[in-house]
C-alpha cells in the first residue's frame, strides 16, 4: 500500500511538473507589457512634445500623472484579485482575458493625434490612465501566476528565465516595431532648415502620424496574440487558501526581507528609467544622431535579449547577491564615457551593448529574487499563506511609481532647462540637463541601491534552508 502511494504521488508530480511548452507560453505572456511599456518609454515623449506639438510643462503633467495613477491601481487590483473567487480557468487568468481588448484599444488612441487644440491635453491624459489601469488588469496577475504554476523553487526559477528572456526580446520588438516605423517617417531636419530654433510645427507630416498609428496597432495586435498563447498554454494551480487581505498587507509589509528587497530595486529601476526615457532625446538632441537614434536603441535591447541566459547562468552559478553587484552596475563607466568623450557614433553603439548587459540583469534578477522572499515568508509563517498578489501588486506599484517619478522629473527638468517643442537644435543647458538625467543621476540612484541591497538578508544558503522548509511543509 505504501509503495502504490508512493508510486500514486509520484505520477502525480511529474503530471503537475512544467513542461518546456508551459515555462514557453508562461514566457511569452509577459513580452506584452514588456513591448508596450519599452514604446511608451522611449517614444511617448518624443511623440508628445514633437508629434502632437504639447508644450514640455502639459507632458510632464500627463506623463507623472499616468505613472502616478498607474502605480495607486496596482494595489487596488492586487486587493481585487485576492478576493476574487476560484474559477475553473483559475484566479488569474480571467483578470488577463477581459483586460485584454480594452487595453488594446487605449494604447492605440494614445498614439493618436486628436483633431482638436483645446482637449488635446486631456486626451492622452484620459487614454494613458486608461490604459494603464487595464494594463495593471493583466499584469499584476500575471507576475503573481509564477507562485501558481508551480510549488517548486526549481522550475519556478526555470520559468522565471524563460520568462524574463522573453520580456527582454518583447523589449526588442516594441523598440524595433516603434523604431523602425517611426524612423522611416521622420522628417529630414537639415533639408527643412540648418538654423537652430526653426519652428517645425508646420513640417509635423501626416505621414509621421500616421506612423505611430501603424506601429501602435502592430503592437496591439502582438499584445493580443500574446495574451491568447498565455491562457491556452498555461494552467493554473490551486494550491492556496483565501486569507484577509488587511491582515496579509499588515504581514506582508512588516516582512524585512521585502521591504529591503524593494527599496534597493525601487532605486536601480529609477536609475534605468531615467536613462530608458531621455536616452532618445538624449542621441537626437546632445549628440546629433537624429537618423540613429532608433538603431542605438534597438542595439541596446539586443544586447540586453542575449545576455539573459549568461546571466541566468551566472546567479546560478555565483548565487543571486552576487550577480546584483556585479549585473547591476555593470553600465555604470560606460554612462559616464558617453557624456564625457567628444560625440561619436561608434562610442554610442559600445556604451549601448554595455548598457544591455546591465539592463538584462536589472529585469532578470529582481523577478528572480521575489519568489525568494515569498518561500522566506511562507517559512516564517506557516499558518498565514495566500499572500502572493499582495507581494506582486506592491512590487509593481513602487517599480511604476519610479517610471512615473522618472518620466514626471525628466520632462519637467527639460522644461525648466528651455526645451522647445519641433526645433533643429537644442540650447546648451537643455544638452546638460540630459546628460545629467542619462549620466549623473542614474549612477548615483545605482550606488543608493546597491548601498540598501547590502542589507538584503536572504542569500544561496538561506535560500537552500527554505526551500528545504517547504518541501517538508508540502509532505
Not at 434 to 455: E, N, R, T
Request: one cysteine or more.
Amino acid at each position: 500500500t505504501v509503495k502504490v502511494q508512493k508510486s500514486m504521488k509520484s505520477f502525480q508530480e511529474r503530471k503537475r511538473a512544467l513542461t518546456v511548452w508551459s515555462k514557453v507560453c508562461f514566457a511569452i505572456g509577459g513580452a506584452p507589457y514588456q513591448i508596450t511599456a519599452t514604446a511608451l518609454g522611449f517614444f511617448l515623449q518624443i511623440f508628445l512634445l514633437d508629434v502632437a506639438l504639447l508644450d514640455p510643462l502639459n507632458a510632464s503633467v500627463i506623463l507623472f500623472a499616468g505613472r502616478a495613477w498607474d502605480a495607486v491601481t496596482d494595489p487596488a487590483v492586487g486587493f481585487l484579485i485576492s478576493r476574487s473567487p476560484w474559477t475553473r480557468h483559475g484566479r488569474m487568468m480571467p483578470w488577463i482575458l477581459m483586460s485584454t481588448i480594452p487595453a488594446v484599444m487605449c494604447y492605440f488612441l494614445i498614439w493618436v493625434v486628436p483633431p482638436i487644440e483645446q482637449g488635446k491635453m486631456m486626451w492622452y491624459l484620459l487614454f494613458y490612465c486608461l490604459f494603464q489601469t487595464l494594463q495593471t488588469c493583466f499584469h499584476v496577475p500575471y507576475s503573481a501566476l509564477t507562485m501558481f504554476i508551480s510549488n517548486k523553487q526549481q522550475e519556478r526559477d526555470s520559468a522565471t528565465a524563460y520568462r524574463m528572456t522573453v520580456e527582454v526580446l518583447g523589449t526588442v520588438i516594441g523598440t524595433a516595431v516603434q523604431g523602425q516605423i517611426v524612423g522611416m517617417a521622420n522628417t529630414p531636419y537639415g533639408f527643412i532648415s540648418h538654423q537652430p530654433l526653426t519652428p517645425l510645427s508646420s513640417y509635423v507630416s501626416l505621414s509621421q502620424r500616421r506612423a505611430y498609428m501603424i506601429a501602435s496597432a502592430v503592437i496591439s495586435l502582438i499584445y493580443v496574440l500574446c495574451a491568447v498563447v498565455l491562457f491556452f498554454g498555461v494552467r493554473e494551480q490551486d494550491t492556496q487558501k483565501h486569507v484577509s487581505f488587511q491582515t496579509g498587507l499588515r504581514l506582508v509589509m512588516g516582512h524585512g526581507p521585502y521591504v529591503k528587497l524593494v527599496l534597493a530595486f525601487l532605486f536601480t529601476s529609477l536609475a534605468f528609467m531615467l536613462l530608458e526615457g531621455n536616452f532618445a532625446v538624449f542621441i537626437k538632441y546632445t549628440l546629433g544622431f537624429r537618423e540613429d537614434f532608433q538603431n542605438i536603441l534597438l542595439v541596446i535591447m539586443l544586447s540586453a535579449t542575449l545576455t539573459i541566459p549568461m546571466w541566468q547562468w551566472f546567479l546560478c552559478r555565483f548565487g543571486k547577491k552576487t550577480a546584483v553587484y556585479i549585473g547591476i552596475p555593470w553600465a555604470g563607466p560606460f554612462m559616464i564615457l558617453v557624456v564625457c568623450v567628444k560625440s561619436s557614433l561608434l562610442v554610442s553603439y559600445i556604451v549601448s551593448i554595455a548598457a544591455g548587459a546591465s539592463v538584462a540583469a536589472a529585469f532578470l534578477l529582481p523577478w528572480s529574487m521575489l519568489p525568494d522572499v515569498v518561500d522566506d515568508f511562507k517559512v516564517q509563517n506557516p499558518t498565514s499563506q495566500g499572500h502572493e498578489a499582495i507581494f506582486y501588486s506592491f512590487y509593481v506599484f513602487f517599480t511604476k511609481f519610479a517610471s512615473g517619478v522618472s518620466l514626471g522629473v525628466s520632462t519637467l527638468a527639460l522644461s525648466f532647462a528651455g526645451y522647445v517643442t519641433g526645433v533643429c537644435v537644442q540650447s546648451d543647458s537643455v544638452n546638460l540637463t540630459l546628460k545629467i538625467l542619462v549620466s549623473a543621476a542614474p549612477v548615483s540612484l545605482i550606488v543608493l541601491g546597491l548601498l540598501i541591497f547590502k542589507m538584503y538578508p536572504i542569500n544561496e544558503e538561506r535560500r537552500q534552508y527554505n526551500n528545504k522548509q517547504l518541501q517538508l511543509l508540502l509532505r
